[in-house]
C-alpha cells in the first residue's frame, strides 16, 4: 500500500458497512447523564437511545472507529477461517502472543490477550477491587475501569486534568493512599483527546509503581507519529509494575471484532488469569485477523496518515468556525459548542450524522470521531445548519 492508496477501493471491499450509508437508529433522548457511573463531576453525556427502524446514518463519527479496516488481508484472512469456527484457538492465541512479544521486547509471560482493550480494563478491576479500596485517576477520563471498581466496592478518586488537560500527576500522587489498589492512566486521554508528557508519566510511573500498580491504556498510542518514544512498555521489561493496554479497535480497524492485549509483569498476569480467563474469551476469527493485522505495516501507516490528515483538516474547519477544540492525538476531536447540549445531538442525528455530546466542566461539548473526508464535511454541513437555526 502506498500513499496514494484509493479510499474508494476501500469503501467498496465492504469494510464500512457498520459506518457508512447502512440502515441505523432512529433515536430517542436520555437526560444528560453521567459517563458510565455517577461518580463524576466533571463529565456527563447525553446518550441516544438506539431504536433498528427507520433512518439512515449517512456518517457514523460517535464511536471512534477507524473507517477504513479491517484491511482486506485481514478480511481474507477471517473469511478462511470461518470453517475453522468448531475448533478452538488457543494455537492462534499462542501464535499471536509470540508475534505480541516480540514487537513489544518482552517475554511471552508478560502479555494476556482479552475481547478488547475494555475487557482487559474491567478484568483487572475485578480481580484488584474484590475487596473494595480505591482507584485514582484523572477526571474527565476513561471511564470503564473505574465504574467496574465503584461496581465491585471500590471507591473512586478522582483528580481534575491540569488546565491543559495533561494529567496532574503531582496531584495524583498525593491522591495515592493505603487503601488505592490501582491508579488508571489513559494516554493519550479520551475523551478529551489530549496527551500526558512521556517523561513525566514515566517518572510518575517509577515512583508509583512500587506501591501500587499502574495501569496505563494505550488504545490510542499508534495514532502518535512516534508511538515508539511515548509507550511504557519499557517499564513492564524493566520489571516493574505496570499494565499497559492497547487494541485492535482503533488503528487495526476491528473494533467489531473485539480484541486487545495488555503488557505487564509475568506475575501480573497471573494476579488476573487465576481469577478470570484469557483466550477462552476469543473467537478464531479474530484471532486469524488480528495475526494478519499484525502484518499489514502499509495499511496501518495509510490509516495513521489519513487519520492525521483528516484530524487536522476538521480541528482547522472548527476554528474556522469561532471554535477552540483541544488539540487532538487521538482519532476524534471535541470541542466546546455554543448551544445546549441535547437540541445539538437531536439536530445532527436527526440529519443522520452521529456525533457525541457532553457536559464538561459546566459546558456543552462535541466530539466528532474522524471519519472519511467526505463524512467530516457532511458533519461540518450538518453542524453549520443546526447551530445556526
Given at each position: 500500500m502506498t500513499k496514494t492508496l484509493n479510499r474508494r477501493d476501500w469503501l467498496k471491499s465492504g469494510l464500512l458497512l457498520a459506518g457508512g450509508l447502512v440502515a441505523s437508529p432512529s433515536f430517542a433522548y436520555k437526560r444528560s447523564m453521567p459517563v458510565k457511573s455517577a461518580s463524576t463531576s466533571l463529565v456527563k453525556?447525553?446518550?441516544?437511545?438506539?431504536?433498528?427502524?427507520?433512518?439512515?446514518?449517512?456518517?457514523?463519527?460517535?464511536?471512534?472507529?477507524?473507517?477504513?479496516g479491517p484491511s482486506p488481508k485481514v478480511i481474507q484472512a477471517i473469511t478462511e477461517s470461518v470453517s475453522l469456527g468448531n475448533r478452538y484457538g488457543h494455537g492462534d492465541a499462542a501464535t499471536l502472543i509470540s508475534m505480541i512479544a516480540e514487537k513489544e521486547g518482552v517475554d511471552k509471560e508478560c502479555i494476556m490477550l482479552g475481547p478488547g482493550s475494555t475487557d482487559l480494563l474491567e478484568k483487572a478491576a475485578i480481580t484488584r477491587f474484590q475487596h473494595g479500596g480505591n482507584i485514582v485517576s484523572a477526571d474527565p477520563s476513561y471511564m470503564s475501569v473505574m465504574s467496574t471498581a465503584q461496581a465491585m466496592g471500590g471507591k473512586w478518586k478522582p483528580v481534575p486534568l491540569a488546565a491543559d488537560y495533561s494529567h496532574d500527576f503531582a496531584g495524583m500522587a498525593a491522591a495515592i493512599d493505603k487503601d488505592t489498589r490501582l491508579v488508571y492512566v489513559c494516554n493519550p486521554n479520551n475523551p478529551t483527546g489530549s496527551i500526558s508528557d512521556a517523561a513525566a508519566l514515566r517518572k510518575f510511573c517509577l515512583e508509583v509503581s512500587p506501591k501500587v500498580p499502574v495501569f496505563v491504556d494505550e488504545a490510542y498510542l499508534e495514532f502518535l507519529e512516534t508511538p515508539e518514544t511515548q509507550t511504557m512498555v519499557g517499564l513492564v521489561a524493566e520489571g516493574k509494575d505496570v499494565i499497559v493496554a492497547r487494541t485492535f479497535s482503533k488503528i487495526h480497524g476491528m473494533a467489531g471484532l473485539r480484541i486487545g492485549y495488555i503488557v505487564a509483569t509475568p506475575e501480573r498476569i497471573q494476579s488476573i488469569t487465576e481469577k478470570v480467563r484469557s483466550t477462552m474469551g476469543?473467537?478464531?476469527?479474530?484471532?486469524?485477523?488480528?495475526?494478519?493485522?499484525?502484518?499489514?505495516?502499509?495499511?496501518?501507516?495509510?490509516?495513521?496518515?489519513?487519520?492525521?490528515?483528516?484530524?487536522?483538516f476538521i480541528t482547522s474547519e472548527i476554528i474556522k468556525l469561532g471554535y477552540s477544540p483541544i488539540p487532538s492525538f487521538t482519532s476524534f476531536v471535541i470541542f466546546p459548542i455554543h448551544m445546549e447540549g441535547e437540541k445539538f445531538m437531536k439536530g445532527m442525528y436527526g440529519e443522520g450524522v452521529g456525533i457525541r455530546a457532553y457536559d464538561m466542566y459546566d459546558k456543552p461539548w462535541c466530539r466528532v470521531s474522524m471519519g472519511t473526508q467526505q463524512e467530516l464535511e457532511l458533519f461540518l454541513e450538518t453542524f453549520k445548519k443546526v447551530t445556526q437555526a
Amino acid at each position: 500500500m502506498t500513499k496514494t492508496l484509493n479510499r474508494r477501493d476501500w469503501l467498496k471491499s465492504g469494510l464500512l458497512l457498520a459506518g457508512g450509508l447502512v440502515a441505523s437508529p432512529s433515536f430517542a433522548y436520555k437526560r444528560s447523564m453521567p459517563v458510565k457511573s455517577a461518580s463524576t463531576s466533571l463529565v456527563k453525556e447525553l446518550m441516544p437511545e438506539l431504536r433498528m427502524t427507520e433512518s439512515r446514518m449517512l456518517a457514523r463519527l460517535n464511536a471512534n472507529e477507524n473507517p477504513y479496516g479491517p484491511s482486506p488481508k485481514v478480511i481474507q484472512a477471517i473469511t478462511e477461517s470461518v470453517s475453522l469456527g468448531n475448533r478452538y484457538g488457543h494455537g492462534d492465541a499462542a501464535t499471536l502472543i509470540s508475534m505480541i512479544a516480540e514487537k513489544e521486547g518482552v517475554d511471552k509471560e508478560c502479555i494476556m490477550l482479552g475481547p478488547g482493550s475494555t475487557d482487559l480494563l474491567e478484568k483487572a478491576a475485578i480481580t484488584r477491587f474484590q475487596h473494595g479500596g480505591n482507584i485514582v485517576s484523572a477526571d474527565p477520563s476513561y471511564m470503564s475501569v473505574m465504574s467496574t471498581a465503584q461496581a465491585m466496592g471500590g471507591k473512586w478518586k478522582p483528580v481534575p486534568l491540569a488546565a491543559d488537560y495533561s494529567h496532574d500527576f503531582a496531584g495524583m500522587a498525593a491522591a495515592i493512599d493505603k487503601d488505592t489498589r490501582l491508579v488508571y492512566v489513559c494516554n493519550p486521554n479520551n475523551p478529551t483527546g489530549s496527551i500526558s508528557d512521556a517523561a513525566a508519566l514515566r517518572k510518575f510511573c517509577l515512583e508509583v509503581s512500587p506501591k501500587v500498580p499502574v495501569f496505563v491504556d494505550e488504545a490510542y498510542l499508534e495514532f502518535l507519529e512516534t508511538p515508539e518514544t511515548q509507550t511504557m512498555v519499557g517499564l513492564v521489561a524493566e520489571g516493574k509494575d505496570v499494565i499497559v493496554a492497547r487494541t485492535f479497535s482503533k488503528i487495526h480497524g476491528m473494533a467489531g471484532l473485539r480484541i486487545g492485549y495488555i503488557v505487564a509483569t509475568p506475575e501480573r498476569i497471573q494476579s488476573i488469569t487465576e481469577k478470570v480467563r484469557s483466550t477462552m474469551g476469543l473467537c478464531v476469527t479474530s484471532l486469524k485477523g488480528a495475526i494478519a493485522s499484525m502484518q499489514e505495516t502499509a495499511f496501518l501507516a495509510e490509516c495513521k496518515s489519513q487519520n492525521t490528515e483528516c484530524r487536522e483538516f476538521i480541528t482547522s474547519e472548527i476554528i474556522k468556525l469561532g471554535y477552540s477544540p483541544i488539540p487532538s492525538f487521538t482519532s476524534f476531536v471535541i470541542f466546546p459548542i455554543h448551544m445546549e447540549g441535547e437540541k445539538f445531538m437531536k439536530g445532527m442525528y436527526g440529519e443522520g450524522v452521529g456525533i457525541r455530546a457532553y457536559d464538561m466542566y459546566d459546558k456543552p461539548w462535541c466530539r466528532v470521531s474522524m471519519g472519511t473526508q467526505q463524512e467530516l464535511e457532511l458533519f461540518l454541513e450538518t453542524f453549520k445548519k443546526v447551530t445556526q437555526a
